[in-house]
């Protein structure tokens, strides 16, 4: 019987070593090689220019993207009527009815109140010399004046002198031709926001379903639940916070003119675009308004003073749970939050827009994020 001869173990011959593994299967891209260092910077260099790029296109267009924004607040804002009245007609007559009451209270507003306007601030520039006199007839005015001597008259004299002089107030603004276009930017700016919100507000059903085919069929039950809950409410909120700032320049054109203060149109106007404001604007009118009546009366500025306190009480307690009652609640802190942040980023537009974004970010965080962790093991 013939045995196999088993062969001894170093004389097996060897596997060839395997071949060094291309970069891309350590996980290492083969551009990322240090061999090939232009290609590297190359790329990061091209990269670093397109976001640049990309960055400047972004900053060029922020005033579209105001006009865009302001303009669908205007239309969510005027939704609400609209579909009010869509109950009793179509929707295109209903925006035609909305639109055409807007225009004229618009016009009237403006014919109304800016010759008023207008001629306070030619009376008020006129009344600066007046204003002077009796400051210097005031105690403190005494008091700044012995500690200080000749230097407080001579500070009073250019105060007046640059006031009365319709040239610095142009330079403030950049000068006659900057005051003008910027003038000018403003009245178009108003003419596409009314036109782009016409639009917008004509196809917001539309925009609305276009939106929803852009997300999972499976979420889209919620996406417009969401979506509808978020509209509603942006839409009140806007609309009670125009009829919260109505209010408030109303009450202060009656207070200005019962206390015989001067400027109450132009105060009026000032405290319907300052009062828009959430939270904030109030108490901020509240402070300009005593400090310009101050320099009329200091017993009116004080009526005045006092009057308002109890009107912001009242509103805050009375007039806006009513207005307000279809908006959603948010907590005070993250108003107050949600304005300033708002306000620093994007200005009046961040103020204005800043609570509704902040009560849909808290609605999506309750219908979205709590029952998702909820249900979580």
Not at 95 to 100: R, S
Not at 155 to 160: A, I, P, R, S, W
Not at 198 to 215: D, G, I, N, S
């Amino acid at each position: 019987m013939r045995f196999r001869r088993t062969p001894r173990v170093d004389s097996i011959p060897a596997e060839p070593a395997a071949a060094p593994a291309p970069a891309v299967a350590a996980g290492r891209p083969i551009w990322a090689s240090l061999n090939r260092p232009f290609v590297v910077g190359f790329l990061l260099t091209f990269g670093g220019l397109a976001a640049l790029a990309l960055g400047m296109a972004i900053s060029s267009l922020v005033t579209i993207w105001i006009y865009i924004a302001f303009a669908l607040f205007a239309a969510l804002g005027l939704d609400p009527i609209v579909r009010r009245l869509s109950r009793h007609m179509s929707r295109v007559w209903s925006i035609v009815i909305v639109y055409f009451v807007f225009a004229v209270l618009l016009v009237g507003v403006v014919w109304l109140i800016l010759p008023t306007v207008v001629s306070q601030v030619a009376q008020f520039v006129r009344d600066i010399p007046t204003m002077i006199a009796d400051i210097q007839q005031t105690e403190i005015y005494q008091w700044a004046h012995e500690q200080f001597g000749a230097q407080v008259p001579q500070l009073l004299g250019e105060v007046q002198k640059f006031l009365t002089d319709p040239a610095n107030i142009a330079a403030i603004g950049g000068g006659v031709l900057q005051v003008g276009i910027s003038i000018g930017t403003t009245i178009s700016g108003v003419i596409i926001i009314i036109v782009l919100s016409l639009y917008f507000l004509a196809t917001l059903p539309e925009m609305k379903q276009a939106f929803y085919r852009l997300v999972p069929a499976r979420t889209r039950p919620l996406t417009s639940e969401l979506t509808e809950q978020i509209t509603e409410s942006v839409g009140g909120y806007l609309g009670g916070m125009v009829v919260l700032a109505f209010f408030n320049s109303l009450m202060t054109f009656i207070l200005f003119t019962l206390l015989q203060l001067p400027f109450p149109a132009l105060l009026a106007v000032v405290a319907f675009c300052i009062t828009i404001i959430p939270l904030v604007g109030t108490v901020l009118f509240w402070g300009i308004g005593s400090v310009v009546a101050l320099f009329s009366s200091p017993l009116a500025a004080l009526v005045f003073a006092v009057v308002y306190l109890v009107y912001m009480q009242i509103e805050a307690y009375l007039l806006t749970p009513r207005v307000m009652n279809k908006a959603i609640s948010v907590p005070g802190s993250l108003v107050v939050i949600g304005a300033l942040i708002g306000g620093t980023l994007m200005g009046l537009l961040g103020a204005l827009v800043a609570i509704p974004v902040t009560a849909s970010i808290l609605l999506i965080v309750k219908k979205v994020w709590i029952p998702k962790q909820d249900a979580a093991v």
